[in-house]
T-cell receptor, first 111, second 113 residues
Protein backbone atom coordinates (compact mmCIF):
# COMPACT_ATOMS: atom_id res chain seq x y z
CA UNK A 1 0.00 0.00 0.00
CA UNK A 2 1.03 3.57 -0.53
CA UNK A 3 2.08 5.87 2.30
CA UNK A 4 3.18 9.46 2.42
CA UNK A 5 5.52 10.91 5.01
CA UNK A 6 6.36 14.46 5.96
CA UNK A 7 9.26 15.62 8.06
CA UNK A 8 9.46 17.35 10.46
CA UNK A 9 6.02 17.33 12.09
CA UNK A 10 6.55 20.70 13.75
CA UNK A 11 9.14 23.40 13.31
CA UNK A 12 9.85 26.76 14.93
CA UNK A 13 12.25 28.97 13.01
CA UNK A 14 13.34 32.61 13.36
CA UNK A 15 12.70 35.15 10.63
CA UNK A 16 15.46 35.12 8.05
CA UNK A 17 16.49 31.52 8.64
CA UNK A 18 16.42 28.86 5.90
CA UNK A 19 13.78 26.17 5.55
CA UNK A 20 13.70 22.64 4.26
CA UNK A 21 10.60 20.45 4.50
CA UNK A 22 10.68 16.94 3.14
CA UNK A 23 7.94 14.76 1.70
CA UNK A 24 8.40 11.16 0.62
CA UNK A 25 5.97 8.68 -0.88
CA UNK A 26 6.24 4.91 -0.68
CA UNK A 27 4.55 2.18 -2.63
CA UNK A 28 4.05 3.95 -5.92
CA UNK A 29 6.07 5.26 -8.82
CA UNK A 30 5.94 8.46 -10.86
CA UNK A 31 3.26 10.13 -8.75
CA UNK A 32 2.14 13.71 -9.16
CA UNK A 33 3.29 15.59 -6.04
CA UNK A 34 1.91 18.75 -4.47
CA UNK A 35 2.78 21.24 -1.75
CA UNK A 36 -0.05 23.13 -0.06
CA UNK A 37 -0.13 25.72 2.68
CA UNK A 38 -3.00 26.21 5.06
CA UNK A 39 -3.02 29.39 7.12
CA UNK A 40 -4.90 29.34 10.42
CA UNK A 41 -8.65 29.14 9.77
CA UNK A 42 -8.17 29.31 6.01
CA UNK A 43 -8.48 26.93 3.09
CA UNK A 44 -5.64 25.12 1.39
CA UNK A 45 -3.52 27.03 -1.08
CA UNK A 46 -1.59 25.16 -3.75
CA UNK A 47 2.06 26.26 -3.76
CA UNK A 48 3.82 23.86 -6.13
CA UNK A 49 3.11 20.73 -8.07
CA UNK A 50 5.34 18.29 -9.91
CA UNK A 51 4.52 15.72 -12.56
CA UNK A 52 8.03 14.24 -12.66
CA UNK A 53 11.64 14.47 -11.50
CA UNK A 54 12.95 17.99 -11.93
CA UNK A 55 9.56 19.27 -13.15
CA UNK A 56 8.18 21.92 -10.84
CA UNK A 57 5.28 24.30 -11.42
CA UNK A 58 4.76 27.25 -9.11
CA UNK A 59 1.26 28.47 -8.43
CA UNK A 60 1.92 31.62 -6.43
CA UNK A 61 4.85 34.05 -6.33
CA UNK A 62 6.65 33.82 -3.02
CA UNK A 63 9.99 33.30 -1.37
CA UNK A 64 9.53 29.53 -1.30
CA UNK A 65 10.88 27.03 -3.80
CA UNK A 66 10.39 23.33 -4.42
CA UNK A 67 12.54 20.58 -5.80
CA UNK A 68 12.05 16.96 -6.76
CA UNK A 69 15.46 15.29 -6.70
CA UNK A 70 14.01 11.76 -6.79
CA UNK A 71 10.81 10.23 -8.12
CA UNK A 72 9.15 9.98 -4.72
CA UNK A 73 10.77 12.88 -2.88
CA UNK A 74 9.47 16.43 -2.84
CA UNK A 75 11.23 19.20 -0.93
CA UNK A 76 9.97 22.66 0.01
CA UNK A 77 12.66 25.23 0.73
CA UNK A 78 13.28 28.84 1.54
CA UNK A 79 16.51 30.81 1.83
CA UNK A 80 15.04 33.37 4.24
CA UNK A 81 11.77 32.81 6.09
CA UNK A 82 9.21 35.55 6.58
CA UNK A 83 6.66 35.83 9.37
CA UNK A 84 3.96 35.29 6.76
CA UNK A 85 5.40 31.86 5.96
CA UNK A 86 3.92 30.47 9.18
CA UNK A 87 1.27 27.88 8.55
CA UNK A 88 0.44 24.24 8.11
CA UNK A 89 2.21 22.70 5.13
CA UNK A 90 0.72 19.68 3.48
CA UNK A 91 2.23 17.42 0.87
CA UNK A 92 -0.02 15.33 -1.33
CA UNK A 93 0.46 12.73 -4.00
CA UNK A 94 -1.75 11.62 -6.85
CA UNK A 95 -1.69 8.55 -9.06
CA UNK A 96 -2.70 8.82 -12.68
CA UNK A 97 -6.33 8.89 -11.54
CA UNK A 98 -7.87 12.01 -10.02
CA UNK A 99 -7.61 11.24 -6.32
CA UNK A 100 -5.14 13.04 -4.06
CA UNK A 101 -3.78 11.68 -0.82
CA UNK A 102 -2.43 13.99 1.84
CA UNK A 103 0.44 13.61 4.24
CA UNK A 104 0.21 14.34 7.97
CA UNK A 105 1.47 17.91 7.55
CA UNK A 106 4.18 20.11 9.05
CA UNK A 107 3.28 22.92 11.41
CA UNK A 108 5.72 25.81 10.79
CA UNK A 109 5.93 28.76 13.15
CA UNK A 110 8.18 31.64 12.16
CA UNK A 111 9.12 33.83 15.11
CA UNK B 1 -11.74 32.21 -12.12
CA UNK B 2 -12.31 28.81 -10.51
CA UNK B 3 -13.90 29.16 -7.09
CA UNK B 4 -15.45 26.94 -4.43
CA UNK B 5 -17.66 28.48 -1.75
CA UNK B 6 -18.80 26.59 1.34
CA UNK B 7 -21.48 27.35 3.88
CA UNK B 8 -21.85 27.69 6.74
CA UNK B 9 -18.34 28.55 7.89
CA UNK B 10 -19.00 26.75 11.14
CA UNK B 11 -21.78 25.02 13.00
CA UNK B 12 -22.44 23.37 16.31
CA UNK B 13 -24.72 20.37 16.56
CA UNK B 14 -25.72 18.00 19.32
CA UNK B 15 -24.55 14.44 19.26
CA UNK B 16 -27.01 12.22 17.42
CA UNK B 17 -28.43 15.01 15.27
CA UNK B 18 -28.09 15.37 11.51
CA UNK B 19 -26.56 18.26 9.59
CA UNK B 20 -26.00 19.32 5.99
CA UNK B 21 -23.08 21.27 4.60
CA UNK B 22 -23.26 23.18 1.32
CA UNK B 23 -20.78 23.71 -1.48
CA UNK B 24 -21.15 25.90 -4.59
CA UNK B 25 -18.52 25.94 -7.30
CA UNK B 26 -17.66 27.70 -10.53
CA UNK B 27 -14.86 25.39 -11.66
CA UNK B 28 -14.75 24.69 -15.37
CA UNK B 29 -14.40 22.34 -17.13
CA UNK B 30 -15.64 20.18 -14.30
CA UNK B 31 -13.96 16.84 -13.68
CA UNK B 32 -14.95 15.70 -10.21
CA UNK B 33 -15.91 16.86 -6.74
CA UNK B 34 -14.75 15.42 -3.49
CA UNK B 35 -15.38 16.01 0.18
CA UNK B 36 -12.53 15.76 2.66
CA UNK B 37 -12.56 15.56 6.45
CA UNK B 38 -9.71 17.27 8.22
CA UNK B 39 -9.13 16.77 11.91
CA UNK B 40 -7.29 19.58 13.67
CA UNK B 41 -3.58 19.42 12.95
CA UNK B 42 -3.90 16.53 10.51
CA UNK B 43 -3.97 16.13 6.76
CA UNK B 44 -7.33 15.92 4.95
CA UNK B 45 -8.81 12.49 4.39
CA UNK B 46 -11.11 11.79 1.47
CA UNK B 47 -14.74 10.95 2.28
CA UNK B 48 -16.36 10.83 -1.15
CA UNK B 49 -15.54 11.61 -4.74
CA UNK B 50 -18.10 12.12 -7.51
CA UNK B 51 -17.83 12.61 -11.23
CA UNK B 52 -20.20 14.50 -13.49
CA UNK B 53 -22.58 11.56 -13.92
CA UNK B 54 -22.98 10.77 -10.22
CA UNK B 55 -25.75 12.39 -8.16
CA UNK B 56 -25.12 10.85 -4.77
CA UNK B 57 -22.50 8.83 -2.97
CA UNK B 58 -22.39 7.51 0.57
CA UNK B 59 -19.58 6.59 2.93
CA UNK B 60 -21.07 5.27 6.15
CA UNK B 61 -22.95 8.10 7.84
CA UNK B 62 -21.73 10.59 5.23
CA UNK B 63 -23.80 11.15 2.09
CA UNK B 64 -22.75 13.57 -0.61
CA UNK B 65 -24.96 14.86 -3.41
CA UNK B 66 -24.03 16.61 -6.62
CA UNK B 67 -26.12 18.74 -8.96
CA UNK B 68 -23.85 19.45 -11.92
CA UNK B 69 -26.47 21.69 -13.54
CA UNK B 70 -26.64 24.14 -10.64
CA UNK B 71 -23.01 23.44 -9.64
CA UNK B 72 -23.95 22.61 -6.09
CA UNK B 73 -23.02 19.84 -3.72
CA UNK B 74 -24.01 18.95 -0.20
CA UNK B 75 -22.60 16.70 2.49
CA UNK B 76 -25.11 15.21 4.92
CA UNK B 77 -23.94 13.77 8.22
CA UNK B 78 -26.41 11.39 9.84
CA UNK B 79 -26.59 10.65 13.56
CA UNK B 80 -23.53 12.74 14.34
CA UNK B 81 -20.87 11.49 16.70
CA UNK B 82 -18.28 13.37 18.73
CA UNK B 83 -15.62 12.10 16.32
CA UNK B 84 -17.34 13.98 13.50
CA UNK B 85 -15.97 17.22 14.95
CA UNK B 86 -13.62 18.41 12.21
CA UNK B 87 -13.38 20.68 9.20
CA UNK B 88 -15.10 19.46 6.06
CA UNK B 89 -13.61 20.66 2.82
CA UNK B 90 -15.23 20.66 -0.60
CA UNK B 91 -12.72 20.30 -3.42
CA UNK B 92 -13.38 20.50 -7.14
CA UNK B 93 -11.07 19.31 -9.87
CA UNK B 94 -10.99 20.77 -13.35
CA UNK B 95 -10.00 18.76 -16.37
CA UNK B 96 -6.45 20.06 -16.59
CA UNK B 97 -2.86 18.90 -16.56
CA UNK B 98 -1.38 18.15 -13.18
CA UNK B 99 -4.70 17.25 -11.53
CA UNK B 100 -4.93 20.59 -9.76
CA UNK B 101 -7.71 21.12 -7.26
CA UNK B 102 -9.72 24.14 -6.15
CA UNK B 103 -10.42 24.08 -2.42
CA UNK B 104 -13.30 25.57 -0.52
CA UNK B 105 -12.61 27.32 2.77
CA UNK B 106 -14.17 24.48 4.71
CA UNK B 107 -16.95 24.17 7.27
CA UNK B 108 -15.89 23.64 10.84
CA UNK B 109 -18.26 21.26 12.61
CA UNK B 110 -18.36 20.88 16.36
CA UNK B 111 -20.43 18.03 17.80
CA UNK B 112 -21.36 18.50 21.43
CA UNK B 113 -22.56 15.78 23.80
Amino acid sequence: SQTIHQWPATLVQPVGSPLSLECTVEGTSNPNLYWYRQAAGRGLQLLFYSVGIGQISSEVPQNLSASRPQDRQFILSSKKLLLSDSGFYLCAWSPTSYEQYFGPGTRLTVT
Amino acid sequence: KNQVEQSPQSLIILEGKNCTLQCNYTVSPFSNLRWYKQDTGRGPVSLTIMTFSENTKSNGRYTATLDADTKQSSLHITASQLSDSASYICVVSATAAGNKLTFGGGTRVLVKP
